[in-house]
């Protein structure tokens, strides 16, 4: 069976294990105690301040324990939200339709499936992992599905040097790894204002706000952050493995084909200096001149299935040295590649020549030949709040270090040696290498990332007027689409709902009626007629912002009714609503709009999976403008008609502002 909305496969052997979920809520509080037991071992190892980026009073899990999970919607609210969500994508003849069908089900098959459904778990999300399920199911190239590159910094005018750039890189993200381990992170929280307050209130189950340092907030879930380091999924047939090597001290450097290993933590928890990192890259790129024979990290680009099997051949002879890379602490790539423009940086983030990345590593740190930095994260591991934190926080250290690379050559001691990784191939792995290689250039020649920086955009003026520049960005997406194709699109949105223990990213539809309202007035009617077309545009913005608050609040219709469809399926049961042509119009996702956070420094990121219209953004506040970004051939046209849809509303709220 599928998951239109999600693209899930389940398989049946798969549901007993789904089910069990008090088996699942052990493994989590189990996996957590590990995680606090390791912080409290740790902590007193190493009181040298400057190896962490921070350090809390409050510690990092401090409030893990007190997150709830997530709740079941009632089933009467979650029909009610799914036709509002269907009735601007389709006709009155297809809405009465869907709303029959819909009222038959509350009476009857919702209620049986709405009781099982309660019985099984508290939390449709954490115990079914719907999420997790479609990416550790993900059979396909990893670059096409699970990872996303995030630019920290571009360097295209040659103005800085590669190695120096990757030792402050290395530095920065083992105080960050070293700050979380020993529990002196800060944990995430989100501040709680009137509005939140007030849709807080609605609901019995949400969430309760703390008040910490003179202010009330929401604490966030920080499990998943113990996922960003010593973590490799390692790849099985069907279905891929978690696995975490808390004791690792080595990363893995990748450069030109060859793969080399050396310790950055002693024993005692002293990491290595940057001097002492630099000294070992050196040597590196000292050794790597040549281009490897037999580049074997390439097999790892391959479909998950045939690198499954080719591992497991691998390690017959190699397990020691496979073992080193998947065991290391993070992997360093040092790209030559001969990037010139924004497009080219952004795709060789993303892919490098495959002969550099190790796919399956939960972080991949990224060295440009010009000097570029940049982190592949994989959505497998966890979200984009761990990885954004940490690229924000590794950004600013590296902008702090004032060290150049230039003076004497260290002669310091070092914590171990470099070590070049050799791996034993026959023939058959030889011939998968060559292969490999031959399908990764077309997986990367299908990824062209194409990108617009749209100067035009008045965040203050929008928030001023309590409009949110989120729904602006989202509502000039929904015209541009109508523009090309004459129609609404049903687009998503991702959604963290990180309020939660277990809590993940989930999808949120943007179009309303209230935005379709608008986007028809602007595109089929007057525009002169500016007062009409602000209210229009307020009024598409609250509901926006509404829908997204009460997602983050675990109230996802979305992922409440395919849960129910999913276990409709496992009983036999035939339920005449999701066969109907308008609930398959609503899980169609002819596009998908997220975004990322941004700074005035981290160049772009995004998450640009191959099966769908995929476009993220950033809103960055102090310069006013909008980054945007796609591997679509078709994100051109898209992005020149975005540009005139945010002209358009940033014309209305102007001259409506104005008078």
């Not at 978690?242 to 001290?249: A, E, I, L």
């Amino acid at each position: 069976m599928s998951f239109l909305s999600l693209g899930v496969v389940i398989r049946l052997p798969v549901v007993s294990r789904l089910l069990r979920t008090s088996s699942r809520r052990i493994q989590r509080l189990q996996m957590l105690s590990l995680v606090k037991q390791i912080h409290v071992s740790t902590r007193f190892l190493n009181q040298d301040l400057s190896d962490y980026i921070e350090n809390s009073s409050i510690p990092t899990f401090s409030f893990q324990d007190r997150l709830p999970p997530l709740p079941v919607p009632r089933l009467e609210d979650t029909c009610r939200r799914l036709l509002d969500a269907i009735r601007p994508l389709t006709s009155e003849y297809e809405w009465k339709e869907a709303e029959r069908l819909v009222s038959e089900f509350v009476a009857t098959d919702g209620k049986t499936l709405q009781k099982n459904f309660q019985s099984l778990s508290p939390s449709f999300v954490d115990d079914l992992h719907l999420t997790n399920l479609e990416l550790w199911q993900y059979r396909g190239p990893p670059p096409l599905g699970i990872t996303y590159p995030i630019l920290l910094h571009e360097a295209l005018d040659g103005s800085v040097e590669q190695i120096t750039e990757a030792a402050k890189m290395v530095r920065a993200i083992l105080r960050f790894a070293n700050t979380l381990k020993a529990g002196k992170l800060r944990p995430s929280i989100w501040p709680v204002g009137p509005r939140l307050e007030a849709i807080l209130n609605q609901f019995s189950n949400s969430p309760k706000p703390v008040d910490l340092e003179g202010e009330r907030v929401l604490p966030l879930n920080m499990e998943k952050y113990s996922r960003l380091f010593n973590a490799y999924r390692i790849p099985r047939m069907g279905k891929d493995q978690f696995r975490n090597f808390y004791d690792s001290r080595h990363i893995a450097v990748l450069r030109k084909g060859h793969i080399y290993t050396f310790d950055v933590v002693d024993i005692n928890g002293r990491l290595a200096s940057t001097s002492e990192i630099y000294h070992q890259l050196k040597s590196i790129a000292g050794q790597s001149t040549s281009p490897a024979q037999h580049p074997l990290a390439v097999l790892t680009s391959e479909h998950e299935d045939t690198w499954a099997k080719l591992r497991e051949k691998l390690i017959v002879k190699n397990a020691e040295a496979v073992d080193a890379v998947e065991t290391a602490m993070f992997v360093l790539c040092l790209d030559d590649d001969n990037s010139q423009t924004m497009s080219d940086l952004m795709n060789n983030m993303q892919c490098g020549d495959g002969t550099t990345r190790w796919y399956g590593k939960a972080v991949q740190c990224v060295t440009g030949k010009c000097g570029s930095v940049g982190i592949l994260a994989e959505e497998v591991f966890c979200d984009g709040k761990p990885y954004y934190h940490l690229a924000v926080s590794v950004l600013y250290d590296m902008m702090q270090s004032s060290f150049t690379g230039n003076g004497n050559e260290y002669t310091g001691p070092t914590i171990g040696p470099v070590s070049l990784l050799k791996f034993d191939l026959d023939s058959e792995l030889r011939s998968a290498v060559e292969e490999a290689k031959q399908k990764f250039l077309l997986v990367k020649k299908s990824l062209p990332f194409h990108h617009l920086i749209y100067d035009g955009f008045s965040y203050d003026k929008l928030k001023s007027n309590k409009i949110s520049p989120d729904a602006m960005v989202q509502l000039a997406f929904q015209m541009a689409f109508y523009y090309i194709h004459g129609r609404l699109p049903s687009s998503f949105q991702p959604v963290n709902t990180a309020f939660y223990s277990g809590g993940s990213r989930i999808r949120s539809p943007t179009v309303t009626s209230e935005s379709a309202a608008f986007v028809k007035a602007v595109i089929d009617g007057d525009l002169s007629d500016k007062d009409t077309l602000f209210h229009l545009l307020t009024a598409s913005s609250h509901r926006h912002s509404t829908a997204i608050l009460e997602t983050m609040l675990g109230q996802s219709f979305v992922h409440h009714i395919k849960a129910l469809e999913f276990l409709a399926e496992q009983d036999g049961l035939n339920v005449p609503l999701f066969e109907n042509a308008a609930y398959l119009k609503l899980f169609n996702r002819d596009l998908g709009v997220g975004t990322t956070v941004a700074t005035d420094d981290i160049e772009f990121s995004g998450f640009f999976p191959s099966e769908t219209t995929f476009v993220w953004y950033q809103i960055v506040t102090k310069v006013n403008c909008v980054r945007m970004g796609s591997c679509k051939e078709s994100a051109p046209e898209l992005f020149s008609h975005v540009k005139k849809s945010l002209d358009i509303i940033m014309d209305i709220v102007q001259t409506r502002t104005s008078l």
